[in-house]
């Protein structure tokens, strides 16, 4: 069972790209509702785990997301035990979430800095 924190730390997380969960008593925060596919939760559960290791980069060009280093990725995989077999796929799943992502961060950091000007 999760704890609360690390509830909480996920609902933010997913809050971050618009996303709610859904509870038990049918309680959802304000935005918009979104499903997993079964095939896909454990690239979400994937991307949930390695979200912390996006890294953003201030330059004086502004500030980026970018990538997980796929050095964590693959070690990530290997403690939620992925097969051999299996990673492949998972990490091209994972890729498409981890893209969008981080277009989303990208246009707010942009959208953020031309508002500050």
């Known amino acids: 069972m999760a704890s609360s924190e690390s509830l909480e730390r996920q609902t933010k997380a997913l809050n971050a790209f618009g996303l709610v969960i859904q509870t038990d ?10 499903e997993v596919f079964p095939d896909n939760v454990p690239a979400f559960q994937l991307f949930m785990s390695c979200a912390r290791h996006l890294t953003m980069v201030t330059s004086l060009g502004g500030t980026r997301w970018r990538a997980a280093p796929p050095s964590e990725v693959r ?34 950091e942009a959208a953020a800095a031309r508002k500050a000007k």
């Not at 008593?25 to 979104?34: H, N, Y």
């Not at 290997?78 to 990490?91: I, S, Y």
């Open 25 to 34: 008593d049918g309680q959802a925060e304000a935005g918009s509702d979104c």
């Open 75 to 108: 070690q990530v995989m290997q403690w939620q035990g992925a097969k051999p077999g299996q990673r492949g796929e998972l990490w091209q799943q994972y890729q498409v979430m981890e893209i969008e992502a981080l277009r989303i961060l990208n246009e707010r």
